[in-house]
Structures are given as C-alpha cells and as structure tokens.
C-alpha cells in the first residue's frame, strides 16, 4: 500500500526550532510537498523537494532522502502564527498522496 | 491574480438529494485535482482532471460520484443521492502543468459538504 507517517501533533514555544518528520511507502514516488493548513482552510504550498538535500525557503526548510524514504520540515524563529497542521505529501504521477498531518502548537 | 475558487464555501443537503461543489482553476492552469478531506483527518485524492479529460479517478468512489472539466466554465463534482457519510470538506487544487509530475498544486479554499 502507499502510506505516509508523520507525529500526530508537536508542542513548541515561540522563537523555537521545530522540525517535523515524515517516512513513506509509496510507489511511483516522485517527490515530497509540504502544506500548512490552518483550521481547516485552504491547504497551502510550502515546499517541495524532488531530489535529495536541503531546500530553503525563508524560516521554512525541507529535506529529503529518497534511500531512507524520509523527509522533514524545518520550522525556525516559530512564531504564533505557525500554530496550524502541516501535512506531507507525496507526487505521484500528478495526484498528492497526503499523510495524516501534524497538529503544531505554538506556545508563548 | 485570482487563486482557486470554489463555490459554495457550505452546502448543507437532505440525504438522497445532488451535490455540485464548483471549481475555477487559478488563471492559466488546466490542470484540476479533488480532494475529500475528513475532521482530523488528511486530505484524500479524488480524480485528476485536464480540459475534457479524467486523467486519474483512481481515487473516486464507483458510485454516485463523478466529475467533470469542460472546455469552458468550471470543474464541476457531482455526488448524487448523498449520504451521511458524505459529509466533508471537499478541497480543489490545480496546477499549470505536470511535466516531471512536480508540478505546484494550489488549494482552493474549499466547501463544506453537510448531510443531514
């Protein structure tokens, strides 16, 4: 089957570094997205990462390793406005398999 | 530039009767994907389509669903006879192209399905 597990939910204060993990079984795998979803709206791009490494973008970083089939996502200088789900997701051959997301409270 | 529109933002139905959730892709982009996202749950690929083609419908249930993209106007998704198990957020995505599958997806801001 194609699943991807991430933390159901991770506490952090602000101005804090967070990083949430993200390990998949997918087939047809092509790369790893990242969506912030704040209460249950618009579900919005983050990063994406198609080849092994690092990418960065502002407080945001993605890394990926396609042999250990893990991923995460850096979140740095957290502030409250970041408290929200954050979801990977794999493409596959255009359509996004999501995993189950990671439920992130930002605690003064 | 306008991002995805989806209309209406809640639509609250009777079981038995249709559903018609409505798209429009973000200018430019002929590329729409569906999604079904359940509470506390993450968000379920539906059915990828292009202008006046279903490209994936792996991900729609065989019955009482179904989409459609036409040459002019919106996507459109159409559950008929709903259920109560049908109610979700229904979110749509599109994108320029998917050349090298990597192409950006970008949400709309999704409807509320509601059965009572």
């Known amino acids: 089957g194609q699943s991807l597990e991430q933390p159901s939910e991770v506490t952090a204060v602000e101005g804090a570094i967070v990083q949430i993990n993200c390990t998949y079984q997918?087939?047809?795998?092509?790369?790893l997205s990242w969506y912030q979803q704040h209460d249950g709206g618009a579900p919005t791009f983050l990063s994406y990462n198609a080849l092994d490494g690092l990418e960065e973008t502002g407080r945001f970083s993605s890394f990926l390793s396609r042999s250990d089939s893990y991923g995460y996502l850096l979140l740095q200088e957290l502030q409250m406005k970041d408290s929200a789900s954050y979801f990977c997701?794999?493409?596959?051959?255009?359509?996004?398999?999501f995993g189950q997301g990671t439920e992130l409270s930002v605690k003064p | 530039n306008a991002g995805v529109m989806q209309n209406p933002r809640h639509l609250v139905r009777r079981r038995g009767q249709e559903a018609r959730l409505r798209c429009s892709p973000m200018k430019g982009h002929s590329h729409v994907y569906w999604y079904r996202q359940l509470p506390e749950e993450g968000l379920k690929f539906m059915v990828y389509?292009?202008?006046?083609?279903?490209?994936?419908e792996s991900g729609m249930p065989k019955e009482r669903f179904s989409a459609e993209f036409p040459k002019e106007g919106p996507s459109i998704l159409r559950i008929q006879q709903v259920v109560r198990g049908d109610s979700a957020a229904y979110f749509c995505?599109?994108?320029?192209?998917?050349?090298?599958?990597?192409?950006?997806?970008?949400f709309g801001p999704g409807t509320r399905l509601t059965v009572l």
């Open positions: 389509l292009q202008k006046e083609n279903i490209i994936d």
């Open positions: 995505a599109s994108s320029l192209r998917t050349s090298g599958n990597t192409d950006t997806q970008y």
């Open positions: 997701a794999s493409n596959q051959g255009g359509k996004l398999i």
């Open positions: 997918t087939s047809g795998f092509y790369g």
